[in-house]
């Protein structure tokens, strides 16, 4: 069932949120956050459809995946956001 358009505002909430965390957090390492926020810059550019945003930002996120000293919480935080991500990027 496809999702309303207050779903998906809600969820892109979601994800910045995460997000923003992962940018915002200290210990997380830079180039991590640099991934991140790479992210939220790809969500708020408005001039893509939503779905191709939302693979552009599971790509970025997914080279911070990469990376094999990430730590355990920044790991999960960014597979969070790629699990909310990819319910969108399947619009």
């Known amino acids: 069932m496809p999702l309303s358009e207050e779903e998906k505002r809600e969820l892109i909430k979601r994800v910045q949120f995460v ?9 997380i390492p830079r180039n991590i956050r640099r991934q991140a926020r790479e992210a939220l810059r790809i969500l708020a550019d408005t001039s893509q459809p939503l779905a191709l945003r939302a693979a552009s930002a599971i790509d ?11 730590p355990v919480l920044a790991r999960s935080m960014i597979l969070e956001a790629i699990s909310l991500l990819d319910e969108l990027s399947k619009e």
């Not at 997000?19 to 210990?27: A, I, S």
């Not at 970025?60 to 990430?70: C, V």
């Open 19 to 27: 997000l923003t965390k992962v940018c915002t957090t200290p210990t």
């Open 60 to 70: 970025a996120l997914q080279i911070a995946l990469e990376d094999q000293q990430i």
